[in-house]
């Protein structure tokens, strides 16, 4: 397995790999792999001759309050990692060489970015959508695989990619989950075990909404109101947002009376957690 | 010689040329196509082995307000021009090929596109960037030809090429100008003879502003004056801006002591014309 830190050496393996007529398959991460990941690096090992993970921990996706400089680095177990999955190339650049100082340009997504995250994290998206595009555009890889954790990423990129007419094939793939069903994420490491616990909350809550719209709720604000019972419940939770939502276009819905996507994001004790569900409600006989 | 319309056919055309080794030139064009134009045609022609010629006016640049309406469309003759000089492909989507309706997504580059037409063209760039980033993606071009009489548009396409990593070689190539000294452009041709005559003033108030740079002035403020003067002297004229900007990075300078672009917009009769030069000032002895 190649560790390459530099664009033009990435650029030359690309095309060493295409000559050989591989299919290049990209999994764009920030590093501190975890089991979601490594989903994904399979999935892209099954599809693709060429299989490469780029590990960079994005600067402009964060803002100066957030947790850019905590977010954990773990950089030779992720090597392992990939390794062990068989990866051909791991593309790991340094900040300098995505971002040499002088940059104006951005790749902005609008109405999808501007619900859920994006409402919380004004530029979060902006950020992601510039750093996936120069990803795109250093690798113009055949396959791209993201994870459905990030739901509000994947329909972001997915648009981005078929207004800006990028050729790549964007996959989304399922969640991963822990035993007790938290959606695994780098950041979960910077729980404590009493936080780690009560971080289950989440999913718990989530999976009470979906079950409220099985069972005929239609209004969002009463699915809501339960949720949030059940995330309020954890001592060390603080809600930054509970949104039912159209699962397409991302806008709020008014009246669950197609598939929706349950999201949230919620912060136990410092650490701020995301993760959702698509849910379709039971067909009204007309 | 192809006419293009649809972008798969594009792509396919394009990998067929790169099949063959031949290398990718494009000339991004809105048609109505005049010498300078032609000028970039007969470099690219010259230098690639597949030369491609796009013919889009594009919604996304113009304002409501603007011309996009009255914007010059002669796409029979633009083709016999091509075909004349002997380019491989025209593309020629239509509105509804390019922009299908439901897009979100956008190329931008900030700070250079505060300055000069952004300032009076709010969204310009970001039309431009966007349109020129999607023909990129399509084409994926080794090279692209752009003129210097938008020397803006050349000087973002430039940046937005180098920070998003997009892999084309961006050749800038010098204004053609008529026998008085006029830029060729494609808006020259909705001015009335009266107005014709009267836009030559803005080469004509251009070289003055540059001989005063070259006798030593270096108050900007005096060298605009003198240029006004020049304009306004004709009675159709309407200035939107007359700026003399650091060359790379486009913000007014307070004193010329390096090189500098001088450049305007002027409205003479409906028609709004832009022109630069590029100066050296006087080395100062210290």
Redo the contacts between chains.
Sequence with gaps: MNIVEK?AIM?ESIQAARGKGLLVGLVPTMGALHEGHLSLVRRCRDECGFAVVSIFVNPTQFAPNEDFDNYPRTLDEDYLMCKALDVDLVFAPLRSEMYPG???????????SDYLCGASRPHFFRGV??VV??LF??M?PDKAYFGQKDYQQLAIIH??VI?????VDIVGCPTVREQDGLAMSSRNRNLDPGQREQAACLHEALRKGAELIAGGQSDPVRVIADITAVITAQPESHIDYISIVDKELLYPVEVINGPVLIALAVQIGPVRLIDNILVDPPQKSS
């Design positions: 664009i650029r002088s940059g104006h340009s951005w790749v902005e997504v609008d109405k999808l959508c510039t595009g120069k555009n250093i113009t648009r981005m207004d800006l007419n990028i050729p």
